[in-house]
């Protein structure tokens, strides 16, 4: 043997912790975002049930103050993104004929930083008050000055700390969609999820610093008694907003893109054509993603910024309305004409479509500035941006989990129940949020705790309330049948749906660690489509049976995560308002913050002077599998 | 088996220039830093001057730095450059749209 080392292989728990695998990463990115998803959920049905009448008192107001920010914060960040990277984790590699991503430890990483810092972030619960200045947490209501609990300290550390592993995780992705493509994949042979996903990454790399400085900004006025956000000293309450809202805007193209891309596969796969117009497609993804660095502004119209900075804004959000309906004409053209079928995860895309035009009108209405001045804050903006991200996003990961579940797990999803949920959950998400654009116009604010009797809004919030619930029956349909579904044998073929296009599809579900037993030859857009014209029944090998490298798993990214989730609860708890004796001095003087940090710094240098070159799966091992016949 | 990884391995390595042209670059390099603190340091110099070539300066440092220690000048780093220079535009657009429109 070349390579004397034994491999390291851990089983049960230990294998979930030390993975580095990115299909299994991807498991653990479902999973958590899933769980946090559900926490959101359960926090949007309080807020439905508190303004289901008026003067209700089901929760207190400062109680709804926190449910709304941890409702937009924890879908957002810890149920949205991670949904996504679960998908991407899962799917980018083998669409595009790669054994892993380009850095699989950087991927472990990834994932457990955002999860230490979600469960940072809704420690908050139980540690005397979540953050309640909304998922924007606008300067001065998260300054120190209006905000003297430790709520918003967990919102600025739990989503820095979140924020990394998103970052490392869109750093990733470039590196690998660059780089690791199968021989003759050029760009414009790229499945659309992965153009999507590659932009979605660039979008992140551009956009998540500027949260992360922000952030930073803000931990120093919190922590540090800093002046950046503070105007009593001299600090500047809009910068944040400007800041926010540079990484903000592009944020939710980084949740839309990758949702449009599951669209694309689904709905193509399922119309049994090729994908209408795939370049220009591609060039609607680029321009979203640049044009989305470009009108921030946008959600500050009212701030009073003038009118030329207010007309420049506006039209620029108006020109993001070409590519995007560039893209919807081209689904309703790959539609036109196929033999459409209608499984529960083309029932998401098809329904897709026109909930997503119904969010982007309202965003065209929202863009025009003096008209703004009368929709903003109030709940036309909630229906808006809740149709371009639960109906946009949401109904895209949908889409996308029906899709690629056989892919992942290796058992199809029931598809009556799958149906069931989704008649309930798009006739919920309709019903709850269709009724909120007349209360917005009737003028019910948003964000509001709970509003008189006698304006009009009492019929119209109960149909929302209602909606939501559905929403709620919707998403056990959804749980129950992943139960139902872990039950049954894995029995799930290569390409369970008979009409895959794309690389994914030429190997078993799930796919094997080493995913490709031989790196494919691509030969055209829709590599696998491509083939079967052909006569053919698997790819063409471009390389010949050999060993194949694989890393190696390892404990550290769990363990840095630790020492930074560690780390931001030193740093928070410094500010001499908590504990006595002993304890106080250990937190006061930073001893537990320093702790944490060097718990982190220790495993990198450990990972610094280690070498780790891996193992090869040698062929002989690679038994039951005899490689690609062509 | 061996044999196989390292000769995949080999053909990726790009053929080294020796250290000549790392050299000169290196004494650039000290020498932009060395001009610009002598020049504040001496204080005698017109201020708006010393801002201007500071300025330039830095721009050159940046050419050196990015072209010959992280390789931009070498073939295949084409990524790399319009990843930065996307960066740089979005970052500028930013920059230009907050200084004279969207600052409030």
Redesign the interface.
Known sequence: M?HGHAVKRYSGLMDWLTTVDHKKIGILYLLAGGFFFLVGGLEALLIRIQLWKPLNDFVAAHTFNELLTMHGTTMIFLAAMPMIFALMNAIVPLQIGARDVAFPFVNAIGFWTFFAGGVLLNVSWFAGGAPDAGWTAYAPLSTPTYSTTHGLDYYVIGLQIAGIGTLVGGINF?VTI?NMRAPGMSFMRMPMFTWTSFITS?LI??AFPALAVGLAAMMFDRLFSGNFFEPTNGGNA?LWE?IFW?FGHPEVYILILPAFGVISEVISTFSRKRLFGYSSMVFATVLIG?LG??V??HH?FT????P??NA??SIATMLIAVPTGIKIFNWLFTMWGGSIRFTTANLFAIGFVPTFVMGGVTGVMLAAAPADFQYHDSYFVVAHFHYVIVGGLILGVFAGLFYWWPKMFGRMLDETLGKFCFWTFYIGFHLTFFVQHFLGLMGMPRRVWTYLDGLGFNNLNLISTIGAILMGIGTIAFLLNVVITALKPKNASNDPWEDGRTLEWTISSPAPEYNFLQTPLVRGYDAFWKEKMEGKKAMVPAEPI??I?MPSPSILPFVMSVGLFIAGLGFMYAKGDYGTGIWASILNNHILAIFGLAITLGCMFLRSVYDDHGFHI?PDELHGDKGVKA | ??N??SAAEEKKHHKHEGPKKHIIAFIFSILLTVIAFAMVAAGEINTTFIYFMLVLMAILQVFVQMGFWMHMKDRGHV?PIV?IL??VV?VF??VI??EY??W?
Do not use: K, N, R
């Open positions: 070349a470039l660059i660039a790399l551009f809009v400007h540079i640049f660095f470009m921030w502004a500050m701030t009073g910024l003038g030329v900075a420049l804004f050999g060993p490298h040698e | 088996m061996a196989q990884h990524f990843g996307s960066g979005i657009t930013i749209m907050a429109w969207a409030w």
